[in-house]
């Protein structure tokens, strides 16, 4: 079955400095990534989304996310932090097993951006 | 504006009774989902459905019911059952159920429930 790892539940990092969420994943089959970001109290918002046409996946707001099978991952980054990204972001993997295409989620990583 | 949404952002309830949350979308998505978000925990599926007056349980159903009598509407009902249903509650909806496998799935902006 398909999982995901978020390491780290909470980053800060200093508005202009290079923004990295790593997330890990579990697959024995090719998998299919996303990444969604949440603002407080609203729903998720994709990101952008790995489907195998290509290993670097660029998103909005300038997020992108560099898929590498040698090291199961699928780490996301951002050049120059702005406090607007001050946000929960999620990785997520397409479960294929059991007859739909069935998200599953990581624990999340709160992003902190402060000046 | 295309969209999901959900009614009403805030709900409170008092112990012992059922409270029926809201999804509606108008984006002619075939399948609709809901699901509960703790702290620390990700989001975790309570129920899905692929099609008008089908649904299917998912992780976490106990405590929960469904309907689905039009397409675009998928209310979760939270019932007494529910043993601590204080969360945030979240609906989306993706084209097919079991489409692409890369078939994005849409959020609603959730609904906070707290058990009084």
């Known amino acids: 079955a398909q999982s995901v790892t978020q390491l780290g539940s909470h980053v800060s990092v200093s508005e202009g400095a290079l923004v990295l969420l790593r997330c890990n994943y579990s697959?024995?089959?090719?998998?299919?990534l996303f990444w969604y970001v949440q603002y407080p109290n609203q729903g998720l918002q994709l990101l952008l989304k790995y489907t195998s046409a290509a290993t670097l996946v660029k998103g909005i707001n300038d997020f992108e996310a560099e898929f590498k099978k040698s090291e199961t991952s699928f780490h996301l980054t951002k050049p120059s932090a702005h406090m607007s990204d001050a946000a929960e972001y999620f990785c997520?993997?397409?479960?294929?097993?059991?007859?739909?295409?069935?998200?599953?989620f990581g624990a999340g990583t709160r992003l902190a951006v402060h000046p | 504006d295309g969209g999901i949404t959900q009614s009403p952002k805030y709900l409170f309830r008092k112990e012992g009774q059922n409270v029926t949350l809201s999804c509606e979308q108008n984006?002619?998505?075939?399948?609709m989902y809901w699901y509960r978000q703790d702290p620390g925990q990700g989001l975790r599926l309570i129920y899905y459905s692929q099609i008008v007056n089908d649904f299917q349980k998912g992780d976490i159903a106990e405590g929960y019911s469904v309907s689905r009598e039009k397409k675009e509407s998928f209310p979760l009902t939270v019932t007494s059952a529910q043993k601590n249903p204080t969360a945030f509650y979240l609906c989306a909806s993706s084209p097919r159920l079991a489409g692409e496998v890369w078939d994005t799935q849409y959020f609603g902006p959730g609904t906070r429930l707290t058990v009084l």
């Open positions: 997520a993997v397409i479960n294929l097993s059991g007859g739909y295409n069935k998200l599953i």
């Open positions: 697959s024995s089959v090719p998998p299919y």
């Open positions: 984006l002619n998505h075939d399948a």
